[in-house]
Structure formats: C-alpha cells, structure tokens
C-alpha cells in the first residue's frame, strides 16, 4: 500500500509536469473505484489549470480555482505522466490530459479514490479529523505521550491510527518502533514520555529518509516515471523474517498484531 512516503513522492515527482498547466480533456474508462468516481468530474476539471498540488495524510490535493480534486492511491495505486495518446494498459483507469503530457490513475484493486470537492478540502468527512501530519512541528513525543495515556492498546496500532497521526503506515510503523527499541506489542499507555520523544524523531528520521529514496517498491508502487521506489534496500526489519538483526544478530520475528503483520526483534525491543 502507497503510504506517506510514496504519496509524497508521487506529488513531487508530478508537479512540474502539472503545475499551471490546464487540463485539456478528463478520460474515465472505470468510474468504480473505492467510492463512485463523480459523475461531473469532466465537466468540474475541463479548461481549470492546477494552481497547486498540496498533500493532506495520503491524499492528494490538486488546486484549481474551481475546487479540489482529491486523489487517493488505495492500495495499489499509481500516478504516472505517459505521452498524449499512450494506449492504456489493464487497470489504468483515469486520464488527466494536459497539452504536452497526461497524467493516468492506475488502480488495479480500485480500492482508491478520485473526487471532487468545491468546498475547503480539509473539511472535506475523510480529511477532517485527520492528526498532525509526522513531519510537522505539531508532532511530538509530548503529543503521543498525552494521547496514549489510559491506552492498553499496542502501540504499534496506536502510532498507526490517523486521528493520533497520519500516514505512519505498516512498513515505517515497524521500523520506527525497531529503532526505537520499542516492542510493537508494549501498550502504547505504559511507554515513557521519553521514549515517546525518541520514537517521534525516529518516525520523522525514517520518513524523510524513505522520502528521499523514493518511497518503497515492495510490489505494486512506482513512481511518476515509472521507476520503483529505493527505500526497500534500507529496510531493517520489514519483510525480514529469519534474517539477523542488524544490532544483534537474532533472527528478525513476524507476528500479527491488528491483522497486520509486524516484524520486529525480540532482543533489542521490549
């Protein structure tokens, strides 16, 4: 699944292709992705030129001055810029046509989404009670801290959950928590504000770091350009079953924790 990382990717690797350009055509050959793609969107899209592409979580918001089209890649989604006229392939669902390039939704879950909205984009019902975006000044260990007290949850679920954060996903949740030498199934109530402090700055460090590579390729993702992300190179203990530590040298466990699997070391986290 396309987490924060590969989000945020996608929007810089499209921008200069989209930004002040105007959308020429808007060619939907499946409207049925995770919910109905608006029937109107051709209409609301067609001659508005893209002010700007900001991201909320992992969603992408395409500035016009008519409204906000909101996309969001589900589970396996992509967005990629192909020439004018390029034959679709199975699964490439939505064209953005621009004069020089298009921009193509490929979905092939159709577990993401593509809407509209004329209205503030934040207080759109799936934005609005979003948490604190993990590269901003607003996340803190102070701010886990507070919102874990009284929790028996796991904290691995809870760093997951987007009211306390978003886009902390499976992938950088299980390496976060590595480094910070935390055990995915500690409950997230009887962890110390200090080590809050410290698995805040490791979420921030990982994240820019998986930023700066690209995000991570495991199976479905690819960039704007087509190319896979690098990050999966620099993995510690995701999708490492059996292998050593990188600290200690015990084989990496996998167990499942909230149906998601969780691999972590039982040695150099408790």
Not at 13 to 37: C, D, E, F
Not at 85 to 92: G, R, S, T, V, W
Not at 199 to 212: D, G, R, S, Y
Not at 221 to 246: H, I, S
């Amino acid at each position: 699944m396309p987490e924060l990382p590969e989000v945020e990717t996608t929007r810089r690797g499209i921008t200069p292709y989209v930004i002040k350009q105007q959308v020429q055509n808007v060619v939907i050959r499946q409207a049925s992705l995770r919910w109905p793609v608006p029937l109107n969107l051709k209409q609301k899209l067609k001659d508005q030129t893209i002010k700007d592409i900001q991201r909320r979580a992992k969603y992408l918001l395409f500035v016009t001055q008519a409204g906000h089209l909101i996309i969001h890649l589900g589970m396996s989604g992509s967005l990629r810029m192909v020439k004018n006229k390029a034959i679709p392939n199975k699964h490439d669902h939505i064209d953005i046509v621009f004069n020089k390039k298009t921009l193509r939704f490929h979905d092939p879950r159709r577990f993401g989404a593509v809407l509209w909205t004329s209205k503030d984009p934040l207080q759109h019902k799936l934005l609005k009670n979003l948490g604190p975006e993990p590269l901003s000044e607003e996340f803190t260990g102070a701010h886990l801290h507070q919102h874990a007290q009284g929790k028996k949850i796991n904290v691995k679920p809870f760093i997951m959950n987007a009211r306390i954060v978003v886009g902390v996903g499976n992938i950088y949740a299980s390496e976060s928590l590595f480094l910070s030498g935390i055990h995915p199934q500690r409950s997230a109530g009887r962890i110390s504000l200090a080590r809050y402090e410290i698995l805040a700055e490791n979420i921030k460090q990982v994240l820019t770091h998986a930023i700066e590579l690209g995000g991570t390729t495991l199976r479905d993702f690819v960039r704007e350009d087509g190319k896979p992300g690098y990050f999966a190179n620099k993995l510690n203990v995701y999708n490492q079953t059996g292998m050593p530590c990188p600290i200690c040298k015990n084989p990496i466990k996998v167990r499942t924790i909230s149906q998601r699997s969780s691999f972590f070391c039982v040695q150099c986290q408790h």
